[in-house]
């Protein structure tokens, strides 16, 4: 037999070993967060409040009437945000800092799932903490964003952050 036809056989000793090497640290690594979908939920809550957030600041920039609502009083544009929800407990009033017993979520608001283990907070801020926007769409001043903040949002498994710039630019980091 031809001696260059047995060597082109086959995978040599060295390769075999780095193949099982790389699996075995893929397998330890990538595997188990298929295993659950937990490691997904931290940054699909943070993309359900980039996108609150951006509405109500959207809100803010557009319904700038000083007597929408009556005469001296326009619409809250302020998210509240407590460890398991957020939302806008009440549309008329901006001193209404905490939610009322029953209180149910409309597009801006969210219940986090008994299910995820997921708490949602201002870096810095007691809860509930509430982000406020001005006409320009900046963090206004009586919020507990003033000037800009980080929301955390953290899982059993990762933790993520939402950041809002004190231009208004909101954010994922």
Same mark, same amino acid.
């Given at each position: 037999?031809n001696? +260059?036809?047995?060597?082109?056989?086959?995978f040599?000793l060295? $390769? &075999? =070993? =780095?193949?099982?090497?790389?699996?075995? !640290?893929?397998? =330890?690594?990538?595997?188990?967060?298929?295993?659950?979908?937990?490691?997904? $939920?931290?940054?699909t809550? #943070?993309?359900?409040?980039?996108s609150? &957030? #951006?509405?109500?600041?959207?809100r803010?920039?557009?319904?700038?009437n000083?007597n929408?609502?009556?005469?001296g009083?326009?619409f /809250?544009h302020?998210i509240?945000i407590e460890n398991?929800?957020?939302? %806008? @407990?009440?549309?008329?009033?901006c001193? *209404?800092t905490?939610?009322?017993t029953g209180? $149910? @979520?409309?597009?801006?608001? &969210?219940i =986090?799932?008994?299910?995820h283990d !997921?708490t949602i907070?201002?870096s810095?801020?007691?809860? @509930?903490?509430n *982000?406020?926007?001005d006409s320009?769409?900046?963090p206004?001043?009586?919020?507990? /964003?003033?000037?800009? /903040?980080?929301?955390?949002?953290?899982?059993? *498994?990762?933790a *993520?952050?939402? +950041? %809002?710039? @004190? $231009?208004?630019? !909101?954010?994922?980091l």
């Open positions: 037999m001696k +260059a036809f047995l060597h082109s056989k086959g040599t060295i $390769e &075999l =070993v =780095v193949i099982i090497l790389l699996l075995t !640290i893929l397998s =330890v690594t990538v595997l188990p967060r298929f295993q659950t979908t937990d490691a997904y $939920e931290a940054y809550y #943070r993309s359900q409040l980039i609150a &957030l #951006r509405l109500t600041q959207q803010a920039m557009q319904q700038t000083p929408a609502v009556g005469a009083q326009s /809250c302020q509240i398991k929800r957020y939302g %806008i @407990p009440n549309r008329l009033d001193s *209404v905490s939610f009322p209180w $149910e @979520p409309d597009e801006t608001g &969210l =986090v799932d008994p299910s !997921i907070s201002i810095g801020s007691a809860n @509930p903490s *982000v406020a926007f320009w769409g900046r206004a001043a009586t919020s507990d /964003c003033a000037g800009g /903040c980080l929301i955390d949002i953290t899982s059993a *498994v990762d *993520v952050q939402i +950041a %809002i710039e @004190p $231009e208004g630019y !909101i954010h994922g």
